[in-house]
């Protein structure tokens, strides 16, 4: 068998191996989001959003439904990631991969598939709730589905880098606490930014989830904050970024070998 | 063709701890090699080292020729590693683990569910195919990991300390098992705290010590430089005591019982002759502890009586 063949082995074994532990456990991956995007959608939608009116032209509740939807796949592709492989780390059984002729490679893009697996699992899951909320027929479906494929790629990678410098549990819940939620809540996806002064619009453009969740509410209703074009390159310069450091971490041995 | 190469192998943790000094190894194919030595003295980190868990800071380590610095995946390919802890994914079932593990190799699935349910049946773990690791035994769990390092069928098998806190019987099956593997054709290192259990499965010894390897010959040829045994007779009938014996020091531990250490340049058989012309009857006899053991303790005493233990810094 050749070498070629090998590694495809190996990488669908990863990618199944992470599939079935996201169904396995699908009380704590799929359910708890769909439960909190339920209820955002009845309270900030349904019960709120009636009072706000509209935002950009659309109703409240079916402006917001793009930004929550990528909200549960940025913090599920991340989530995911960031628990497999420190769950693997601090159980040692990351070594069953490590000591395999398995390349490092083939080893982050496994995780990240798991990832992006999961995110876009729970990203179908809070589309179907949003469906009994408000109308949600993609306007460019092709941007849609590109910009939520990215997007889980960038942050199955950052949750990768996350767990391979975690030494403790508590570290994989810092970033995502910290970090991920404010720039999710301040990311565009309950508001538009032309809504905001001049200065916190201009601070918000440092946000790189703006971009995304931008970008994917383009996709769906055609209206958006920034240019698509910048949301892309912004998009490819994080994964490219992200992969080449997560790459060279784990070939270096950093959180993984001593 | 040798399995395993290793030349002038260093390493230091980031602590300063110099955990190798430099070790040279060499095992040749076909081999049950017993790699000893006390707690502490780096052979968890060689094995670490060659299996790619741990980085070298100097020296080299070939694997069937395949460097590990110029081709890890070739070296990598020809290896399985039972490790001293246990390192299942507890949650996991335990056919699942051994046929995930075939696939990071490579295997097929079909193929892969071919071999893993060999190796458990071999390993007696077929009934529990669909249990989740957690809820097997110590046993079980070690046993596991022994067919999970063997499914891609590697010419070199590592194991680590396979045998701790296992109760005898478990334990010698697991040495049945293992001979049968080298005999066919299987290359062997083993760890082990139990030297009976080296001296009874291994054909060569490699002892190292902080960080060097003290002993690295044949077994045979190793025990033979144990110059003094202590022999332990169990006596017929019950006496007060016994003479001096001219070549023997010669004690009685109790009115049926006596010890003698025997030096291998006088044998065994002058012994026999005096205790009979004494009109002691032998009914057995056994050395009072493992030979290996009784190398391994003098060869890490004498250098304590030579004070130097006191060379590793930062410990």
């Known amino acids: 068998m050749t070498r070629i063949k090998q590694n495809l082995v190996a990488l669908n074994t990863l990618v199944l191996k992470e599939y079935h532990r996201i169904v396995r456990i699908w009380v704590q991956t799929l359910v708890p989001p769909a439960i909190t995007m339920s209820l955002y959608f009845v309270i900030f939608g349904n019960l709120i959003g009636s009072r706000i009116g509209q935002m950009d032209g659309f109703g409240y509740m079916q402006y917001i439904a793009p930004g929550l939807i990528m909200m549960s796949v940025i913090t599920n592709s991340y989530g995911n990631v960031v628990s497999s492989f420190f769950g693997a780390k601090f159980a040692r059984h990351i070594e069953e991969m490590l000591v395999s002729p398995m390349p490092e490679s083939l080893i982050l893009i496994g995780h990240v598939a798991g990832g992006v697996v999961r995110g876009l699992l729970v990203g179908l899951l809070v589309t179907l709730i949003a469906l009994f909320f408000t109308d949600l027929t993609p306007v460019h479906p092709w941007i849609t589905i590109s910009v939520v494929l990215l997007t889980a790629v960038v942050f199955a990678l950052a949750g990768f880098i996350n767990a391979v410098f975690a030494r403790k549990f508590d570290d994989i819940s810092i970033i995502p606490t910290f970090v991920l939620t404010p720039l999710t809540y301040l990311g565009g996806v309950f508001y538009s930014i032309s809504l905001l002064p001049e200065f916190w619009q201009k601070v918000s453009m440092a946000n790189p989830i703006l971009y995304m969740v931008n970008a994917f509410r383009f996709g769906i209703l055609g209206v958006s904050d920034i240019p698509l074009g910048r949301a892309y390159l912004i998009i490819f310069a994080f994964i490219i970024g992200l992969y080449t450091l997560a790459l060279t971490l784990l070939k270096r041995g950093t959180g993984t070998r001593e | ?315």
């Open chain 2, 1 to 315: 063709m040798r399995a395993l190469q290793i030349h002038g192998l260093t390493k230091t943790y980031g602590n300063g701890v110099q955990a190798l000094k430099g070790i040279d190894l060499e095992v040749e194919e076909g081999e049950f090699c017993a790699l000893l030595g006390p707690n502490g003295a780096g052979k968890t980190t060689a094995i670490g080292i060659m299996t790619s868990l741990v980085n070298k800071t100097a020296g080299s380590v070939a694997i069937f020729g395949h460097d590990i610095d110029q081709d890890v995946i070739g070296a990598k390919s020809c290896l399985g590693l039972v490790p001293q802890e246990i390192n299942l994914n507890l949650f996991e079932k335990v056919q699942s683990i051994v046929v995930t593990q075939a696939g990071y190799y490579g295997i097929p699935r079909r193929q892969a569910l071919e071999r893993a349910e060999r190796y458990l049946r071999e390993l007696k773990l077929w009934d529990r195919r669909d249990d989740i690791a957690r809820n097997l035994s110590g046993g079980m769990k070690r046993r596991l990991m022994i067919a999970r390092a063997l499914v891609h069928e590697p010419r070199l098998l590592i194991l680590d300390e396979p045998t701790a806190g296992v109760d005898i019987e478990i334990r010698r099956s697991m040495w049945r098992f293992l001979r049968k593997i080298n005999d066919q054709g299987t290359t062997i290192i083993l760890t082990t705290h139990y030297l009976e259990e080296a001296e009874s499965l291994c054909r060569h010894v490699a002892i190292i010590d902080e960080g060097r390897i003290i002993v690295n010959d044949p077994m045979s040829q190793v025990l033979r430089k144990l110059s003094v045994e202590t022999l332990v007779f169990n006596l017929a009938e019950a006496v007060d005591g016994v003479a001096a014996i001219d070549g023997y020091a010669v004690r009685m531990i109790d009115p049926t019982t006596l010890e003698a250490d025997v030096t291998s340049d006088r044998g065994v058989n002058g012994l026999f002759a005096a205790l009979s012309e004494r009109g002691l009857r032998v009914v057995s006899m056994r050395n009072k502890a493992n030979r290996l053991e009784e190398l391994f303790m003098r060869l890490v005493d004498s250098k304590e009586e030579r004070g130097e233990h006191t060379a590793v810094a930062g410990r």
